[in-house]
């Protein structure tokens, strides 16, 4: 198992990071999407992670080559005020801007940051959109009543076989979304080629990260396919979707089905957060969240900007 380096030292995330990072959630079960393994890995070429102890705590950075992007996660493991001011100062001293974002009001309480030292600031494209499983299994009620319409508009027109997601099913869950990719041009925005590195980052080391994926064919064909795992002990949390736009109800059905077949068992869903596009809010906003998974973004009051 590599070591971590000591702040000022960094390096990147990597696969053999695996059971340290584990074990810190284990230890301290997270709310926020971003904080499994496997979220971390598979978007550390997009957020540029690197990682360093501090003290008796593990910093996550996303160290982007736009400074005004960069921002450190809240500290894991043995960490508190100190933590956080070493981590802003080590960004401030490079250049980055310095912040600690995707905060919850829990990593608030847990690193003993208030408002007489930091400014603290909401930050709602981040928001996590949490479900109850049950209610999207279901689909009961009028509030679901579009969704479950579409539903059974898919299950009446097409027979289709749900089955999880296999390393043999991998390279047509690839396929699917290099489709999906050609449809939406994913060449010319930086997000969706991240999202196209993510995703093989995934299917690359599939077992390795031990997430839980689903399917559904039609006519021997992947149509849509799935990633999730647990977040904590009463909550799963979805990472990728895709399906075919062509069948109407697909992405219905490929949600449905997999936490019908994968998380019956499980209260919660998250469904990660809007990004601030007004389409995708709408889209989470329609299947009724149960809560919303609160996120800060904190800056030191001791200095303004990039000063320490």
Known sequence: ??????????????????????????????????????NLFMWREAYALQVARVGGAVAVFSWRPDPEDSFVFPPLGEADAETVRACLQHLAAHGHDAKLARATQGDLTRLGLSEEEYDIAPDRDNWDYVYLTEELVELRGNKFHDKRNHLEQFLKQHAFTYCRLTPELAPACQELHDRWCDEKHCDLYSSLRSEVRAVKEVFACFEELGVVGGCIEIEGQVQAYTLGEMLDAETVVIHIEKANAAYHGLYQAINQQFLEHEWSGVRFVNREQDVGVPGLRRAKESYNPHHMVEKMVVRGKWGEGKES
């Open 1 to 38: 198992m590599p070591e971590i380096p000591t702040l000022p030292e960094m390096r990147p995330l990597l696969l053999d990071d695996a059971a340290t990072f584990r074990a810190l959630f284990a230890a301290q079960p997270p709310l926020q999407s971003e904080l499994t393994f496997t």
